[in-house]
Nanobody, 124 residues
Framework: QVQLVESGGGLVQAGGSLRLSCAAS????????MAWFRQAPRKEREFVAF????????YYGDSVKGRFTISRDNAKNTVYLQMNSLKPEDTAVYYC?????????????????WGQGTQVTVSS
């Protein structure tokens, strides 16, 4: 089993930045890909970004390209999401997810493990 714990969410003004963290524990060696998803009220969960423990490939959802950066620190078993130029439409609960299989997957059913989520609120 793999446990994922997100942190770093909060309230920020439009144009500001936040960095989310996802600390992984347990059998992390069994995982290949790590991703961030988000879910706004009354909306479906949306793919945000993907990486692997090797750092490549990375892949981003169209709505965050050029503003968000996913990275990882293998020594800390932690994946980060640096979010810049935040917009009110980025407001959502952000979830970290891990998958055992190879390949870049953008749909949530492709992931085996999930964190509990962290709230990000961007005020206008």
């Amino acid at each position: 089993q793999v446990q994922l714990v997100e942190s770093g969410g909060g309230l920020v003004q439009a144009g500001g930045s936040l960095r989310l963290s996802c600390a992984a524990s347990g059998r992390t060696g069994s995982t290949y890909g790590m991703a961030w998803f988000r879910q706004a009220p009354r909306k479906e969960r949306e793919f945000v970004a993907f990486t692997t423990w090797s750092g490549a490939p990375t892949y981003y959802g169209d709505s965050v390209k050029g503003r968000f950066t996913i990275s990882r620190d293998n020594a800390k078993n932690t994946v980060y999401l640096q979010m810049n130029s935040l917009k009110p439409e980025d407001t959502a609960v952000y979830y970290c997810a891990a998958r055992r299989g190879a390949g870049v997957i953008v749909f949530q059913s492709g992931y085996d493990y999930w964190g509990q989520g962290t709230q990000v609120t961007v005020s206008s």
